[in-house]
């Protein structure tokens, strides 16, 4: 089995340690020790912060990770750029009563640093005064308390950065809360009934009884698209015989493996038209469904994967080709519409077939087939070449800055672990194997199951804990409030967040390296302003190293229920990632959708600085979709229908005419850039609403749009222009559901 690196410097011979020498004076008045000595002292076995979750200013390169410093291999190190000033901190978990600290430098070591502890990773206290390293071993007996414990360095004693083999924390004991019982956490959770576990000894007549079960529960049902049924089939390293599991509503198949190449199906994880109440003959409704951290060899050689929106496919290697239409999708039949593909290997073909748009990322391909509108490759091994409109692929090179989603496994002695891959930049190719990243125990996530109240999952944050939802639905009275840097929020199984009384469901702090993955919103019956923030308006605060990132999270402004949200998502947070969103305001559900019923303005609003959109779908919100303000923007991939259900004319009318724009950039706005859109029309309550453009856009050179297209569905309704009052009308006139393209705006 291979295994993720969470550095790949090999080791070094180790240097000969020098004597550290302070000015007695000042040590006694601190109470701090310095030594040199042959190995590491402590004040416990084993130091607090080993494997604890690290990180740093800078990095020399992706080979010296801040996670190398607490791994206890002292043949693995952290190493910064060549700059002053620095720091390397380490989060405990908890709060700690701190007594000792040992540094273990290499060549590049400080001249001058100070050691200090937070209880937020925001607010810094000095335990050490400024204080002289030197190459070895440097062992600081203190005095202090605290979660998060930094060093750090104001001088270098080289051309070099500043890098150290280990750095230590040892502590008297934790400083718990008396208020706050601590919750519970544990290696081996209970994932909950949702979640069925499997492993190689496992018959395959089990486990295929096991997913038809429930897909067959689903099938042609008129309440499984809005249904509470929740399903993930995990698999444990290894071969699994012949299974051919179809992939229904709310269904999640993954592997535990560290590597997709650790867990091998034989047969199909597999999506079809056919089987969707009220849409037999299409997957233009295959949603919320998904699969992930597996390797498939597909019966017949071709594994089918017909999805629309919100149904991703990560970190996969198809050992054969990929099929994204339908079983039927000649003869004008079996659209899909809508997609996303990262960090895969696909060994064969990529066949597109009749899904309409389609974004593909980091990954690598044997080859590409096809296209209907909107193809789109960033950072793609094999990905054809740029050619939009004919044929309409979209390609870049690299994709400018990625951070894969953090995923769960279990390590060699059974025990489950989430592991989180570093930030990329100008990325390219699968991540796998040999990522980059750290590895967190799951003994530091809560396990938040349906039931459990927003206070109670504020308790576990307040803990230090990260937050790891189970699948089913969650009803939350008060808004669920991340502050700490690097926290961890992920999901399995399209948990869903629903909140009460108007509240906002989930806030995230202006703080580095928040990660927010798997999670589904449905606003609820009250209006909430926003279903989920991202720092704080007008803050603006340099996270470029460690940016803060969500990916597979999906909002519903109606649902099963008739939800009402004026900002489903609101970015203020400057360096956001945006890797994957769905925010639907629906046009169906299991409770009555319409124009006064399900009401919400804009999908996503981007206020931060150099946001970073890759695979960004938003549709049907009744004005601008997504309104963006902050500067430097950039998107790779956005699909959008306008919304169908307007009743008339005079009820949308916007700022410049008729209508709203899908995307809406900033008059004041001086850099954006877009590459791959498409704005689609179906104007089905009153066919002759207009809207003046798709795209509206401040006329700078600064602001650039690529590859961006508009549709009228069946010919049922008019969008003018495409950008601005450029690009012509749809319909187009040279026939039905034509596009009208614009290869480059300006």
């Known amino acids: 089995m291979t295994s993720p690196t969470l550095t790949s410097r090999a080791p070094q011979k180790r240097r000969r340690r020098g004597r550290i020498v302070l000015s007695g004076v000042l040590a006694a008045a601190l109470g701090i020790t310095v030594a040199s000595v042959a190995t590491n002292a402590s004040a416990a076995d084993t130091p ?48 700690q009563s701190i007594n000792q600290v040992v540094l273990n430098w290499e060549a590049a070591y400080a001249s001058a640093f100070t050691i200090q502890t937070s209880p937020n990773g925001t607010t810094w206290t000095n335990i050490t005064p400024v204080t002289t390293g030197k190459v070895g071993v440097q062992t600081l007996n203190v005095t202090g308390s605290g979660r998060y414990v930094r060093m750090s360095g104001t001088t270098r004693a080289t051309p070099y950065g500043y890098s150290l083999w280990e750095f230590q924390v040892f502590a008297a004991g934790t ?22 576990v499997f492993d190689p000894s496992t018959p395959a007549s089990t486990i295929q009884t096991a997913v038809d079960q429930a897909f067959n529960a689903q099938l042609r049902s008129p309440t499984a698209q809005f249904g509470t049924q929740r399903h993930v089939f995990l698999f444990k390293p290894g071969t699994y015989g012949r299974i051919w599991a179809n992939v229904g509503f ?77 079983s039927n999708q000649d003869n004008g039949q079996g659209y899909s519409s809508g997609g996303y593909l990262a ?26 087939e096809g296209g209907v509108w909107n193809m789109v490759f960033s950072g793609v091994q094999g990905a054809p070449a740029n050619a939009f409109p004919n044929p309409p692929h979209t390609t870049l090179a690299t994709t400018p800055v990625t951070r894969e989603k953090p995923y769960l496994y279990v390590d060699s002695a059974g025990r ?29 996530f809560y396990v938040a199951k349906p ?101 597979d999270v999906f909002f519903r402004v109606g649902s099963s229920v008739q939800g009402k949200a004026t900002t489903t998502l609101a970015v203020h947070s400057d360096d956001t990632l945006i890797d994957h969103i769905w925010a639907w305001r629906a046009d169906h559900g299991g409770a009555a959708t319409g124009w006064t019923v399900n009401t919400g303005d804009t999908g996503l609003l981007v206020n931060g600085d150099d946001v970073l959109a890759t695979g960004l779908f938003v549709e049907h919100y009744q004005k601008y979709e997504v309104n963006w303000n902050g500067n430097r ?66 006329d700078r050179a600064g602001v650039r749009l690529h590859s961006v297209l508009t549709v009228s569905l069946g010919d049922v309704g008019t969008i003018a222009n495409v950008v601005n009052n450029t690009g012509g009308s749809v319909p187009n006139p040279a026939g039905n559901t034509t596009p009208r393209n614009v290869v480059a705006y300006p």
């Open 416 to 444: 489950y672990r989430v592991f989180v891959p570093a930030l990329r930049r100008n990325s390219a190719g699968a991540n796998w194997p040999n990522t980059a990243g750290t590895s967190i125990p799951m003994r530091e």
């Open 633 to 698: 923007g950039r998107t790779i991939f956005f699909q959008n229908e306008m919304p169908y259900d307007v009743p008339n004319q005079a009820a949308w009318i916007g700022p410049r005419g008729n209508g709203y724009a899908a995307y809406k950039v900033a008059d004041a706005v001086t850099d954006h850039e877009l590459w791959g859109g498409g704005s689609y029309a179906f104007f089905n309550a009153n066919p002759s609403v207009r809207s003046d453009r798709a795209f509206e856009v401040p």
């Open 175 to 196: 400083d718990p809360s008396p208020s706050t019982p601590a919750l519970p956490t544990s290696d081996t959770p209970d994932l909950g009934p949702n979640v069925r």
């Open 250 to 326: 709310y269904t999640t198949v993954a592997g535990l493996g560290l590597n997709p190449d650790d867990v091998t199906i034989n047969g199909a994880v597999n999506v079809d038209s056919g089987w969707n109440f009220g849409d037999e003959k299409n997957a233009t409704q295959n949603f919320w469904r998904s699969m992930e951290n597996l390797s498939i060899v597909p019966e017949g050689g071709t594994n089918r994967w017909a999805v629309s929106q919100a149904a991703p496919m990560r970190r996969v290697h198809i050992r054969g080709n990929l099929t994204l239409a339908p």
């Open 48 to 95: 607090v912060s080993q494997g604890k979750t690290a990180t740093a200013s800078s990095l020399e390169s992706a080979a010296f990770p801040a996670s190398a410093a607490v791994d206890g291999n002292t043949g693995t190190r952290w190493s910064s750029t060549f700059a002053d000033p620095q720091w390397l901190q380490v989060d405990l978990g908890s709060t």
């Open 343 to 368: 960090d895969a290997v696909v060994d064969g073909t990529v066949s597109s077939g009749s899904q309409q748009q389609w974004y593909t990322r980091d990954s690598r391909i044997g080859r590409w």
């Open 451 to 551: 039931g459990d109240s927003a206070a109670r999952i504020n308790s576990a944050l307040a803990q230090g804990l990260n937050l790891f939802f189970t699948p089913g639905t969650y009803s939350l009275n008060e808004t669920i409030k991340v502050t700490r840097a690097n926290t961890v929020v992920t999901g399995i199984g399209f948990p869903t967040l629903i909140p009460n009384n108007g509240v906002e469901a989930l806030n995230i702090a202006d703080v580095d390296g928040v990660k927010v993955s798997g999670l589904t919103f449905d606003a609820g019956t009250t209006n909430s302003p926003t279903l989920m923030s991202v720092g704080r308006s007008g803050v603006h605060t340099d996270h470029a190293a460690n940016p803060i990132s969500l990916q």
